[in-house]
Each structure stands twice: as C-alpha cells, then as structure tokens.
C-alpha cells in the first residue's frame, strides 16, 4: 500500500481544497485549470521521465483531443462522450504513425522533430477556416453530461478535472509498476544497456509515446467543454514548451513533481499579474532560479532541503517518490 | 513565373542568411556544451533594439551599430556567468528550462526598457531597389547576405586556424580531455556564449530594417535559427549555415509557388522528412552512446 | 516607477474618499491585450480606461459612486481570458467588464459572461462578435465587414474590378479575409489572388510577386501589427505601382512611421478621431474627439484609434448606469441597448435589440496617408 501513499494525500488535498475554501476563485476555477494541465504534465512525464525522451509538440495532442471534441460536437452534434473517446482514437491513430520515425530521433533532433509536428498540427487548427473556425476558434461547444448531470458549474468542473486526474495518476502508477514500469526505467539508465539485457525499447517509447499523447488528447476534450470555446492559441507552441517546463520544474521520474510544477506554473502567472509589465521578468527570473538551485525540480529538491527538519518522516516521502 | 521563383530565391536567401547566423550561434554553444540554448533568439532581438536606442540618442550609424554587438555580447557573457555556469550539475534538460527562462526574463527586460512597439532601423544604403529582371534585390538584403557571408568565413577560419578555435573544438569532442591537456573548458564556455551572441546581434542588426523587431521578436528567430542548426546537423557550425539559406528559401519558395498560409507547415513537413531519412540532419557527425 | 508611485497616491486617494463618501464602487472589470502580439492594442486601451476612471472620480464620480478600475493582462491568450474573466465575475464580483482586446478573447469569453449575466463591452473587431446578437454582448470598434464595405465604395469610385488580396493568418486578418471574399462580388470586384503571410513574418515579397503575376488593379492587406508595414515597404521594393489599400487594423501612426515614405498614397478606412484637427467645425464627433485626442496625447503620445474604442466602451458603460441610476446588471445591459446618439470616439452610436454596436458606414472616414500624416479623401 506504500506505494500509493502519494496518490491518497494528493486525493486528500484534492477533496479538502474546497471544502476549506468552497468559494474560492483560486480553488474552483485555477484549481480545473491546474487540474487539466498537471493530467497532461502526469502523461508527459511518463515518456519524459522514464523513458528520457523529450516532446516539444504535447500541445498538438492536448488539441487534437479538443478539436475532435469541439468539432464533432458543434459540427455534426454528436454525443460529447462519442465525440471523446473519437479524439482517443484519432490521438492514438496519429501518435502511433508518428511515433516510429520521431521516435528513432535523438535528444534535440527529438526536440525539434516534435516541436515541427506541433507547429504543423497548430497551422492545421489555423488554416483550413471553414473546418476548424481559424483563428477565431469553435464557439458554443454543448455541456459534457455525466450520468444526468450536467457539468456546468465551476465546482463540477472542478470534480471532474480532479476526478481525471486522479484516475491518470492511478494508471501511470500502476504503468510504472507494471513490468512496462521496470523496463522503462532501464531505458533511461542505459538504452543500449537495456536493449542487451532483451528489452525491446523500441516497443515500449512507442507504447509510452502513445499513452503520453492519450493522456494529452483526453485532457484537451474536456478543456474543450469546460471552456465551451477553443481557438488554435491555446495549442501552440508555447503551450508545448509550458508542459515541458511544468515536468522538469516539478521534477521528472515522480508522479507528484508534474502535478507540483503544473499547480506552480499555473498559479504563477494568476499570482504575478499584480506586478504588471514587471511580470513577464519576474517569470523568467524564477524560472531559472529554481533550476539553478534546485536542478532536480522543486519537488526533488524541496522535499530533500526539508528532510532534515523532519527526518523519520522525510525519508519515506522521498523514497515514494520514486513510485 | 519565373520571376516569382527569382524572387522567392532572393527573399529566401536574405532571410535564411539571418537564421543561418541564429543557427550558427546555436551550433557553437551546442558543440562546446551540449545545450542548446533557447535564449539564442533574444540575442537577436537585444541587438536590434539596443542599435535602435543608439541611433535614437544620436550615436553616429556606425558606432551605433558596433556599441549594440557589444552589448549583446555582454549579455551573452552574463547570461554564461551568472546562469549556465552556476547550474554545472544540472542536466540537459534542466539547463534548457534555464535558457527559457532566460530567453523569458531577456523578453521581459525589453518590455521594460523598450516598451512594447515595433521599431526599425534605417537601412544600411538607402532603400532603392536593385533590378534583375522583373525581380528586385534592394540593397538591404545584399549587405545581409555580403556580411552573414563574411561572418560564416571568419568563423570558417576561427575554427580551422586558430589554437582558442582548435581548443573550442576539442571541448565538443571531449570536455575531460580538453581540460587534461590544459584548455580552459570554463573560459572557452565564456568565450562560446559570447561569440554566438555576437552573431545572434549581427543577425539582429541586419534584418531590423527589414523586419522591424519588438521586445518579442526573438522567439520565431530564435525557434528558426535552431531548426536551421537541426536541418544541417548540431555538431557542425557549417551544416546549421547551410541549414538556415535552406530553411529560409523553403519558406519563401513554399510562399511563392505553393500556399503562403501553409508555407510553415511544408518547411517543417520537409525537416521532419529530412530528419527521418538523416536523424542528424545533413552535415551532423553519427552520435556514439555512451552504456 | 513614477506609475506605481502614481497608482500608490490614487490608490490611497482612493481610500480616504470611500472613506468619505460610505458608499461601495463601482467595479468596472477589465482584462486587454497589454502585453504580447495585441500589446498595441491592450497598451493604449488600459491607458485611456485608467485617465478616465481618474477623471470621472475627480469629477464626482457616477452616481454618487466612485469606480473602481480592476484590470488583469491576457498577453491576447484565450485560455488566460477565461480565467480572467470568471476571476473579474467571481473574485472580485464586478460590476460591468468592458474589455478584450482581441476577438480571440472575445470569442472565448462570450459564454461566460451569458452565463454570469454580466453586461460586457467588448473592443475587438470581428462581427462574429455581435452576429448573431447575443444579449449581454456589446462591442465598440467598427467591425471587419464595415471596413471591407468601406473599401469597396471607395474601389468602386476609383475603378479598380480586380483586386490581388493578402492577409495575416491572425484572427483580425483571417476574419477580414472571409469577409472581403464573401462581399467582394456584391461591389462587382474580383479577387485575382488570396495569399497570406504569418504573425511573425519578416518578408513577403514572394507573396505579392505571386500577387502581381495575377495583374491586379489593386492591393488589399487586411492585417495588423508589424506585418502591414512590410507588406507596404515589400510592395513599393518590387516596384509595384498599384494602389494599395489597408484596414483599419493599422490606424496609428505607427505604421507610418515602420513603413516610412512607402506609405505614401496607402488608403485605409479609420474612425474620424485619427483626422480630428481636419474635421469641419460642425461635425457632431469633434469636440469629443479632440478632448479625448489632447488629452491622450498629453499623456502618452501620438492617439490611435484603438485607445478610442476604450473610451466609447468606458462611457457607454457610464452612460448607461448614470441612467439606469443603479448597478444592477440586467437595468444598466438595457440601457446599454438604448444608447442613442452618444457621441464616441469611434462614431454616433445607436444601438438597439438587433445592432449591439450602433455604428453605420459614415463612422468611418476613407483616409489615404500624404506627407506621412493622414488626410481625408473627399
């Protein structure tokens, strides 16, 4: 049971959060937002963490999920849940095409390789007007309905965000523990090592690769429906480049360092907006600070400058780490 | 349209000389360090705007160009001190999240310095333009291209010549070893992180009257100048050069013959494709792994 | 510094008059483009909501009541929009939003503020906007479909039957495409080419040599930012002579200061405040005009027309709480629907339940750029 103790306190935070602070703008409305961007850190660790490979085109994922939502929704009024699970398929059909050549690629060839298929995916949002909307985006996207309920309140959307969440979190634990789990780790130790010991790595980044864009395409079909609107900026680049910086910023190979980076990087912006024009240099600044000084990312580096204060404790939190 | 081909080759070579020096500058600090250094585009944007804030309190053109190099180059050299250099334990990965947050601090330092309009810069000789036939060349276009060319052949030369050039190598080969027989690996970063910036200011000066630059002008040249470096291969300066004239004239030939919506679309299409059949780009040295 | 200094002595005049006057403010919600691509939107949009809250609160205030001026900054990024706008409605519980300085925005916020029921101002330009009229949306800047008209009367006067087009793949640009191809044949003019060219471009001469292959009769760039300016300079470098015409996404002197002498001759439709000086002393817009333009220009600068569609938003929202004498939503959204002849900076607004902008054609002046300043073209 150790190894979820991690994944019960992060459900514990989850469901008191609200209850401490039930009308808060930070809670209901950043926390579906930090909700939906960690899910989408949770998945990209899985590929960046454990298997040591970098995707600089995770936004293209997260929009293909939302644009299969919000197309087949508006467009040809299907049922949201049909038009998600769509958006798995389509993510699934693409991350595997894709995944073979890119995935051959090394360290910064990677890098751009994925960096070039998000920007060739985001002029697809952009270009074909009468399909996707262009730039002005798809508006009135329908309410996602569960079981009779609809989703549409901030506090709803806050459950389901979290709901997903915690389920991704479940999977990747249970991936990483599988004997995926162990071979992945061996990946990143030492790929020609692995490979010696009988590991077919190129197998299992394939797998890795397409499970990290399913986790991606799921989050961006409910973004899709929690924001009613999507438009090709949210999927950009930049989007790709914030992922990546949540993962390493929380620290790569734990479940929790994404979720911690996502629930920063998200809050950052919302916190620092009191400093106005100063606020983009503020960013910055503590973007490489906390690199600088803490290289393993905040949760690695935090949790270890606190060990001493409580040592007994400390210890085994950080061991859980590693699950 | 034939001129429309001549013309999407002028355009795209001037414009692919400017991301050859951005990609240049990303080869150089690659090959001594292993990082690939996203703050390359701000250097850029730095020259730009600091030439721009030169001319405007009245510096003589020239002058003003050469105190804005020096800038950039300082920023450079500041950016290794105080942010690369520091961070010697972190991997990779973490050094790039450095340099992104560098490039987004730089961007944010421009804000406040020089606000958030567009600004040009004269160019160098008037503005008439040249005819070759039913395409034109104005003289702008050929000083970037007549000074990338000089700058690419010094660099040519710097490194095939020169003992810090050599030495500059041989920290890319081998860093433990370099410094066993005595290179000074830590000055030679210091050294990298300044000269790419220098070319990355270049760049910058010399596409400004083209171009225009903002505070945020950095990221797409920055992004270009490091597809440039993938297209010709990391590990060799040369290879980003030739990376960046053909990034630059597959952009403008996709924008004049095909579809100028799609234009960006087809170039990366055409890197990815280049990338799968030569996974180290066209001119870039086989990796070996380390087990 | 002097503006936070600034801020820090209105803040605590602030303090001591609410102090004074025991009443609560007027919230007035704002969230712009002040940084990133629409800064030159967002920038002077912020600045005149800020000299004119000033204004009125050391006027007195609006009934009775001071305003208060909350303002987030979207860097023109949807996703930010959203959540700005539900921390405006849910945070810090405003009163009116007037603001969005891009379509983008606009468009994501729309089924929030339905929903909150919130009267909302917006000062983006596309007609998707306000067609079809949703209730509790307004909107201030003359849209895309006005200006392309604009330029077709004036095409149509000059002659020109074919027209090479070119646009930014930005929403401003890709918006005002659609509407040049759905209106031009209505005005009986072909479109001979349909290029594009992105946000952060830096050379578009391939496009227009493909565009002069077509021998059009003239040029139309719908388009904002840096990107017209080079399109401009581009056109004159290939040593195309055809007149060339731009949208009113470039109506700041800016542009013709990036564009330099290749602007001679460029004709644009714009609001009348950017030719104020060179308005006839009976025209109703002008004694707005110019207070707003000496006042802005006192402050910050050379005007645009944009700080403008911030003004009109701010005191449309006034107006319609001054008479509705009350904050309550669904009265002053009324009111803002029964605005008739209120005199802005953009035009004579007269709104109604189907037209949530009010502006006809003759808002817009057809001006063409001599000498590297405006004049108006009879």
């Keep these: 049971m150790n190894r979820y103790r991690g994944f019960f306190v992060l459900a514990l935070i989850i469901i008191i959060a609200p209850i401490i602070f039930p009308d808060s703008y930070f809670v209901t409305v950043v926390g579906v937002t930090i909700a939906l961007n960690a899910l989408v850190a949770v998945g990209l660790n899985l590929l960046m963490g454990y298997t040591g490979q970098i995707s600089l085109g995770h936004a293209a994922f997260f929009g293909i999920g939302a644009y299969s939502s919000g197309l087949l929704t508006t467009m040809f009024s299907w049922n949201p849940w049909f038009a998600l699970l769509m958006g798995l398929l389509v993510t699934w059909l693409v991350a595997e095409i894709i995944a073979r050549p890119i995935l051959r690629l090394k360290g910064h060839y990677l890098a751009m390789a994925t960096l070039g298929f998000g920007i060739i995916i985001n002029i697809l949002m952009v270009q074909p007007t009468h399909i996707t909307g262009g730039p002005d985006g798809l508006s009135d996207i329908p309410v996602l309905n569960i079981l009779g309920w609809d989703i549409d309140s901030d506090i709803r959307w806050y459950i389901v965000a979290n709901g997903a969440l915690l389920l991704g979190v479940w999977l990747a634990l249970n991936l990483i523990n599988s004997r995926i789990g162990l071979a992945l780790r061996a990946v990143h130790g030492s790929e020609v090592g692995a490979q010696m010991m009988g590991v077919d790595i190129e197998r299992i980044k394939i797998r890795i690769f397409v499970v990290s864009a399913l986790f991606a395409a799921f989050a961006g079909s409910l973004f899709a429906h929690q924001q009613a609107f999507i438009s090709p900026d949210s999927f950009s680049f930049h989007f790709s480049i914030e992922l990546v910086v949540m993962v390493v910023l929380g620290g790569m190979a734990s479940n929790y360092g994404p979720i911690f980076g996502a629930a920063v990087l998200t809050m950052l912006p919302e916190t620092l907006v009191v400093f106005e024009d100063y606020e983009v240099l503020i960013l910055g600044a503590i973007m490489m600070g906390i690199m600088i000084f803490l290289p393993q990312g905040l949760w690695v580096g935090l949790s270890q400058k606190i060990k001493p204060l409580f040592l007994n404790k400390a210890t085994s939190s950080v061991e859980s780490v590693g699950g | ?291 | 510094m002097k503006r936070s200094l600034k801020a820090l002595v209105a803040g605590f005049a602030l303090l001591c008059s609410v102090n004074v006057a025991q009443a609560a403010d007027i919230k007035i919600g704002t969230f712009l483009a002040v940084t990133g691509p629409a800064s030159f939107l967002g920038d002077p949009e912020l600045k005149t909501l800020q000299m004119y809250v000033d204004k009125i609160n050391s006027e007195g205030g609006v009934i009775g009541k001071k305003l208060k001026l909350i303002h987030y900054d979207t860097g023109a990024n949807p996703k930010k929009a959203v959540n700005f706008a539900k921390r405006l409605i849910k945070k810090d519980r405003v009163d009116v939003i007037v603001g969005a300085s891009t379509s983008g925005t606009t468009m994501a916020v729309i089924p929030i503020v339905q929903k909150a029921k919130i009267p909302f101002i917006s000062m983006a330009g596309s007609v998707k906007i306000i067609e079809p009229v949703k209730k509790w949306v307004f909107k201030t800047p003359h849209t895309d479909k006005m200006a392309a008209r604009k330029i077709f009367l004036d095409m149509n006067k000059r002659g020109i039957k074919k027209v090479g087009l070119i646009s930014g793949s930005g929403g401003f640009g890709k918006s005002g495409r659609s509407q040049v191809l759905a209106l031009a044949s209505e005005y009986g003019l072909t479109i001979t080419a349909d290029e594009s060219y992105g946000k952060k471009d830096t050379d578009m001469t391939a496009q227009l040599s493909k565009i002069r292959a077509t021998n059009p009769d003239a040029i139309l760039n719908f388009g904002f930012g840096s990107g017209p300016a080079i399109v401009t300079k581009n056109v004159r470098q290939l040593g195309i002579k055809l007149p060339i015409y731009q949208s009113h996404g470039v109506a700041s002197k800016k542009y013709i200061k990036l564009a330099g002498s290749a602007a001679e001759g460029v004709r644009l439709p714009a609001a009348s405040l950017l030719v104020a000086s060179k308005l006839p002393g009976s025209h109703p817009q002008k004694k707005v005009i110019q207070a707003y333009k000496s006042s802005f220009e006192a402050k910050h600068g050379p005007v645009s027309t944009f700080g403008g569609h911030a003004y009109d938003a701010l005191y449309l929202a006034v107006e319609a709480i001054k008479r509705a004498g009350t904050v309550n939503k669904a009265k002053v959204r009324d009111e803002i629907e029964k605005t008739k002849n209120f005199l802005g900076a953009g035009g004579i607004f007269n709104m109604s339940k189907r037209d949530h902008l009010g502006l006809g054609l003759d808002a817009f002046k057809m001006l063409e750029i001599k000498n590297g300043d405006w004049s108006i073209v009879e």
């Design chain 2, 1 to 291: 349209m034939s001129d429309v081909l001549l013309q999407s080759l002028i355009t795209g070579i001037t414009i692919g000389s400017a991301y050859a020096l951005v990609g240049l500058g990303f080869a150089i600090i690659f090959n001594v360090s292993d990082v690939v250094n996203f703050a390359q585009g701000e250097f850029v944007m730095v020259g730009a705007m600091s030439a721009v804030s030169l001319l405007a309190v009245g510096t003589p053109f020239v002058l003003a160009l050469f105190l804005a190099l020096i800038v950039v180059v300082c920023i450079g050299l500041i950016l290794e001190k105080f942010a690369i250099e520091p961070a010697k334990s972190a991997t990779v990965v973490s050094t790039i999240i450095i340099t992104i947050g560098a490039s987004i601090f730089l961007r944010g330092l421009a804000l406040l310095i020089w606000g958030k309009d567009f600004h040009s810069l004269p160019a160098f000789s008037g503005e008439t333009p040249i005819h070759l036939g039913s395409a034109t060349i104005t003289p702008q276009s050929l000083w970037v291209m007549g000074i990338t060319a000089i700058l690419v052949y010094l660099v040519h030369l710097f490194f095939n010549r020169t003992i810090t050039g050599k030495a500059l190598l041989a920290c890319s080969a081998n860093p433990i070893a370099a410094s066993l027989i005595g290179i000074p690996v830590k000055r030679m970063m210091l050294f990298a992180y300044g000269l790419s910036a220098l070319l990355g200011g270049a760049a910058g000066v010399l596409i400004a009257p083209i171009a225009f630059t903002s505070y945020d002008a950095g990221m797409m040249l920055g992004l270009k100048g490091f597809a440039a470096a993938i297209l010709g291969g990391l590990g060799n300066p040369m290879g980003a050069v030739a990376g960046g004239v053909l990034l630059g004239v597959l952009e403008s030939l996709g924008a004049g013959l095909i579809s100028s919506g799609y234009k960006d679309a087809i170039a990366f299409v055409i890197l990815l494709l280049v990338l799968f059949f030569k996974p180290q780009g066209f001119f870039g040295r086989a990796g070996e792994e380390r087990v």
